[in-house]
Every structure is written in C-alpha cells, then in structure tokens.
C-alpha cells in the first residue's frame, strides 16, 4: 500500500516563509541593538600600572549608567598598561578636563566595571578641546587591605588580653590597696578627732580670751585717760612751783653772799 503525498497550498508556504523572514529580522535587530550597530562612538584611553580588574569587554558606566564598553588591554614598553575604551558619542559633553577613570564593582563579588566621573561640558562650545586620555585611579589592593586588617586585628586581640591581664590581677590589687589606705585614713582621722576638736576648742577659748582682755585694756585706758591728764596737768604745775621757788632761794643766796663783800 503506497502512502499519497502530503500536499501544501501556496498560502501555507507563504506563510511559512514569512514567519521565518520575521525570525530572522528579529534576531538581526537583536543583535544590532546587542552590539549597537549604528552607534557613533567617541575612543579613549587610560593609562594603569595593571591591569587587576579590567578586562576587554566592560561596561563603562557615567552616574550609575552603562555609556560604553572596554575595548582592549594594550601592555606598553614601560610595563605600564594601555586600556582603550569607547563611549558613545552622544554622552561625550559629560567628559570633559576634570573626568577622572576609575574601577567599580557590583557589591563585594560581582563584576567589574569602569567608571568615568562627569565632568559636563557645554555642547554648543566648538572650541573645547576633546579628551581622549583619562586619568585613572587604581583600585585599592585587596590583598594588602587584608594583610592591613589581620594586623590590625592582632594588634587588638593584644590589647584586649592586657586589658583583661589588668582587670585580672592588678585592678584587684589597686582596689585591695586603695580600701587600705582608706581604712588606715578612717582609723587615724577618728583617733586625732578628739585631740583636734580640744585644740579647737582650747583655740576658740584663748580667741576669746585674747579679744576680752584686749576690750578690759581699751575700756582701761579710756577710764584713765581723764585722769592721766589731770595728772600731768598737776605735774606741770609742781614743776613750776619748784622752779619759782629755785629762782627765790638763788636770789636770796646772791644777795646774802655780796653783802660781807661790800662791808669790806
């Protein structure tokens, strides 16, 4: 029994062949927006002393935004690396004098991308020079980082088992000396309490004693003063009685004495 021939109308053949033409176009212009067919791009370049983290293919991001793409690694005579980059031509106002190149990365594991800071330029000024080399930073050695922290960590495990040597042993024996000074203090400060408190006594006693014989003193002499003067006064007035009685008997001695002279 021989099997007919599966015919096919024209129309599904057409439709056929155009499904696959629309495959076709679709996958074209999938793979012109992929790798941006059509796309004028601005070149550029850094210069790196490595080439640790970078590699051709890289997205090149301005703000958080992927603007172009890592072209190859170029390693110099100097030993230095050349790493030319292409940024779409449109985005070149946001690179101006002041962009700066650097390497980023998505969290701590994820890929690597490089970073042109914005520098923007005004796009109606024809004169502006345009830059094609970039400065680059080089990103922080994360294997000396570690090495940096693992010291750092040593170093502060050390700390801490001194601290806890410390609170151990010699802040107990502080605290230990510390109670018996105060216990010594408190003992000889209630044994010379008494004493002190009779010095001070006695010392007020004697204060007062002292400022009492000082007002009998001044109270004395403002009572004798009165009779001081009259004193004095009376002093006076013997002292020249006796003087005028001195002058009579030296007169009466003078006249007693010349009167043998003239009976001569």
Do not use: C
């Amino acid at each position: 029994m021989k099997s007919e021939p599966v015919s096919t109308s024209p129309r599904e053949r057409y439709l056929f062949l155009g499904s696959g033409l629309v495959l076709a176009v679709a996958l074209v212009v999938g793979m012109a927006r992929e790798q941006q067919w059509g796309t004028r791009w601005l070149p550029l370049h850094l210069i790196s002393s490595n080439a640790i983290g970078l590699r051709p293919g890289q997205e090149v991001r301005i703000s958080g935004i992927p603007v172009g793409t890592v072209q190859t690694l170029e390693l110099q005579a100097n030993g230095q690396v050349k790493v030319s980059l292409r940024v779409q031509e449109r985005h070149a106002d946001l690179i101006g004098p002041k962009s700066v190149a650097s390497l980023g990365q998505e969290g701590l594991v994820g890929d690597h991308f490089v970073v042109i800071s914005s520098d923007p330029q005004q796009s109606s000024d024809t004169n502006r020079p345009v830059v094609r080399s970039l400065p680059y930073e080089q990103p922080l050695a994360i294997t000396n980082l570690m090495h940096r922290l693992i010291d750092t960590q040593t170093e502060l495990q050390a700390t801490l088992r001194n601290t806890t040597r410390l609170t151990e042993r010699e802040l107990p024996a502080t605290l230990n000396t510390m109670n018996k000074l105060a216990t010594t203090l408190e003992r000889e400060t209630a044994a010379t309490t008494p004493g002190l408190r009779q010095a001070l006594q006695q010392l007020s006693s004697t204060g007062r004693s002292a400022e009492q014989t000082a007002q009998d003193a001044q109270q004395l002499l403002r009572l004798s003063q009165p009779l001081l003067i009259s004193t004095l006064q009376d002093l006076e007035a013997v002292a020249s009685s006796s003087r005028r009685i001195l002058e009579s008997l030296q007169l009466l001695l003078g006249w007693s004495n010349e009167a043998p002279k003239s009976s001569d």
